[in-house]
């Protein structure tokens, strides 16, 4: 009996230690707010200075600061970014908003390069044939996905969890790795259809500007996302 109790004891202590280890290992994440990844005038045969500049350094900054202020003193504060899409159905209506924002905006500036436009090349080009038949067809989808989009949004190109190419769009700051999601994967390619991603130079002709992107798309980085997902 005495060595039960011991037993019982010791296994007591063991999962408090447990518990308490697990509570001090417990590190908040660090979300920074990267740097642009070209000068502002960089993509100006597609998107003009003002446009990158205002959108940059006002509206992506402005999700990231409110993102920021959204998870301070919760337990938000020790998820990664991915982990918060996860569950975002679970948390505040102002994490999806500007988690989505912040996030969205930093994958966005890597979808696009002054080196950019052509085609894709390797895994993904063929991937793209397989699923869509031409990348030409890939490209009449994905605008099609882009230009009715109602309101605000985004389109996608995202692979899922079975390794198959799919399109889809997102209104407002939602994205394929939010719970919420119609369809889920992970986005490779993803262009911002919000009026303030193009409205200076196009004004309200979003299909000219959904045209413009393919002349900057940057598929290297599309292509490998593509091969780390599918790895
Ligand atoms: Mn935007």
């Known amino acids: 009996m005495k060595k039960l109790q011991f037993i019982l004891i010791s296994l007591t202590m063991l999962s408090v230690f447990t518990l308490k280890a697990q ?32 959108h940059y350094d006002r509206h992506h900054r402005a999700y990231y600061n409110n993102f920021l202020k959204s998870i301070e003193g919760t337990e938000m504060e020790y998820l990664t970014i991915n982990q918060l899409f996860a569950e975002i159905s679970n948390y505040p209506v102002a994490v999806r908003n500007n ?56 389109a996608w190109l995202s692979v899922d969890a079975k390794g198959k190419l799919f399109i889809s769009s997102t209104p407002n700051q939602d994205n394929p790795l939010m719970d919420i999601a119609e ?40 292509g490998k996302r593509f091969e780390t997902a599918v790895k």
């Open 23 to 54: 509570e001090t290992s417990k590190v908040k994440i660090t979300h920074t707010f990267a740097p642009l990844p070209y000068a502002y005038d960089a993509l100006e045969k597609s998107i003009d200075k003002e446009t990158m500049e205002i």
């Open 99 to 154: 988690a989505g924002g912040y996030f969205n905006h930093e994958f966005f500036w890597n979808c696009m390069s002054p080196t950019g436009g052509g085609a894709p090349t390797g895994k993904l080009s063929e991937a793209i044939n397989a699923s869509f038949g031409s990348f030409d067809e890939f490209k009449k989808q994905f605008e099609k996905a882009a230009t009715t989009r109602f309101g605000s949004g985004w």
């Open 183 to 222: 369809q889920k994967g992970t986005p490779l390619l993803a262009l911002d259809v919000w009026e303030h991603a193009y409205y200076l130079r196009y004004q309200n002709k979003r299909a000219s500007y959904i045209t413009a992107f393919w002349d900057i798309a940057n598929w290297e980085e599309a």
